[in-house]
């Protein structure tokens, strides 16, 4: 069943975007399920650097067509915005990028909200990215949103809009003291914007049936985390929507038996950003060094990103909810020049040694981590396209992250250009799986 889903194993901002790049090639579809403009996907092709946000990887190789799934909440401005700049540098994208009718819209409504919550001190700061994807999600479960397809009827969408604003409005006008909005005004900008985001509107859903049924190859590309799950992640420094593989189902439409392979993309050390508990985070001298090293910036904010080990117990736990069949491991070359690699294998709390990943974010504020320490190898691993090119500590090291998390590496990633990578399973080169 050549369905592939590829997750982020951690806290978000893997390499997914590379990975997914890489895999792209041989793919009949590529799919984004969930998230929205928050999730900032980097490649390079040919020295050119690539950011996207909502437009699927699968776009920078031709033979591609891309889909946005249900499960995603799209901001038209974001989305036309990253269109249009492909099409600027020559990608082509007409015929080749379809968006579910069922994907709820980000509206200015939204963004406002965000961005009043986080500023509030009535508030728990999350560190959200202030792209409105929350408020989208909100409105999608408290049945007030609009979904793209909505935009062809205007009374509905009327209608929909003055119940969602009836609440909001007074949080705008007395709780976080902004100007409130209308109907009317938000209406106009939406219909400017659906005259040019309908002509992606498609019947995705049926589309990947169809695909499935025919043999061809789809990757679902799943943004930010699984620690930034709603559901499984750190709750509630998280994101609003299931980023981890069964996301992978319900923002497509394309059901969990399809799904042939489940890839976790994990960096070789932990990174995070915005608020929550890292229990393995360096302290301020050794984060800032190993943020130097990996250029641990944001893609979608420019935030610097917090930094830490490996945490073995969180791999674990990546491993059991989203049922892994293999690793991708990044940025392995970012630990080149260390002579020592610690590594998180457990967490000491409230006096007790756990193995498992707490329910709670308190519970997880109050671990300490236990580490060990592995050899580091001090030699360029960039060169390297076999395992057997690498030096031995770094395979050492390789087995160790197989040995502790109980699942194979299936591919390893020594820089950002496409042919910086090693596929090591080769279920992975032929999907065959
Ligand atoms: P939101 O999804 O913008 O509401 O942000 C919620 C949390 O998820 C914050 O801690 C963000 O920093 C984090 N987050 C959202 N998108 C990404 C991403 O693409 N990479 C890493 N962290 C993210």
């Known amino acids: 069943m050549p369905v592939l889903t590829v997750v982020g194993a951690q806290w978000g901002d ?17 799919v984004r399920y969930q998230g929205g403009a928050n999730a900032g996907h980097e490649v390079v092709v040919g020295g050119e650097n690539y950011v996207l946000h909502l437009v699927p990887s699968g776009i920078l ?24 700049g492909l099409r600027k540098r020559g990608i082509k994208v007409e015929g080749r990028l379809f968006v579910s009718p069922r994907a709820h819209l980000t509206l200015p409504l939204h963004k406002a909200l965000d961005a009043a919550r986080e500023g509030s001190a009535s508030q728990k700061t999350i560190g959200s990215t202030k792209r409105g994807i929350s408020p989208t999600y909100m409105d999608k479960a408290g049945r007030v949103g609009l979904r793209l397809a909505d935009v062809q009827d205007p009374a509905y969408c009327m209608s929909q809009l003055k119940t969602s604003l009836q609440e909001k409005n007074v949080l705008f006008k007395h709780l976080y003291k902004v100007k409130p909005l209308t109907a009317k005004v938000l209406w106009k900008e939406i219909a400017r914007a659906s ?56 923002g497509t439409g394309l059901g969990p038996t399809r799904i042939g392979y489940v890839l976790g993309v994990c960096k070789a050390y932990t990174t995070r950003v915005g608020e929550g508990p890292f229990p393995s ?24 990103r917090r930094c830490g080990w490996l945490d073995m117990v969180a791999l674990r736990y990546a491993a059991q909810v989203n049922g892994l069949d293999g690793l991708a ?14 590594v998180c294998v457990a967490y000491r709390v409230d006096g007790k040694t756990i193995r ?8 997880l504020a109050r671990a300490k981590p236990i580490t060990v320490k592995v050899k580091g190898w001090q030699a360029p691993t960039g060169g390297a396209r076999s395992l057997a090119q690498l030096p031995a500590k770094a395979r050492a090291y ?8 109980g699942v194979k590496v299936a591919l390893v990633s020594v820089g950002a250009e496409r042919e910086r990578t090693m596929v090591v399973d080769p279920r992975l080169r032929g999907w065959k799986f």
């Open 14 to 30: 893997e390499g997914k975007g590379k990975i997914v790049d890489l895999l792209a090639e041989q793919a009949g579809y590529v």
């Open 61 to 84: 190789h031709s033979g591609t067509l891309n889909i946005v799934g249900n499960g995603v909440v799209l901001d038209p401005d974001s989305f036309l915005g990253e269109v249009e």
């Open 195 to 250: 005259k040019a985001l309908l002509p992606y509107m498609a019947d995705t859903e049926g589309m990947l049936d169809a695909a499935w049924k025919s043999g061809k190859r789809v990757l679902m590309e799943g943004a930010q985390g699984t620690l930034l799950d709603v559901d499984f992640g750190t709750y509630p420094y998280v994101t609003a929507s299931n980023s981890t593989a069964g996301g992978s189902a319900t």
């Open 281 to 304: 985070e360096l302290d301020a001298k050794r984060n800032q060094a190993l943020r130097e090293l990996g250029g641990e910036y944001g893609r979608t904010t420019g935030r610097a």
């Open 329 to 342: 491991i990044t940025k392995l070359d970012v630990l080149d020049s260390f002579k020592e690699i610690e």
């Open 356 to 363: 498992h990943f707490p329910a709670t974010s308190a519970e």
């Open 398 to 405: 390789l087995s160790f992250i197989e040995r502790e998390s």
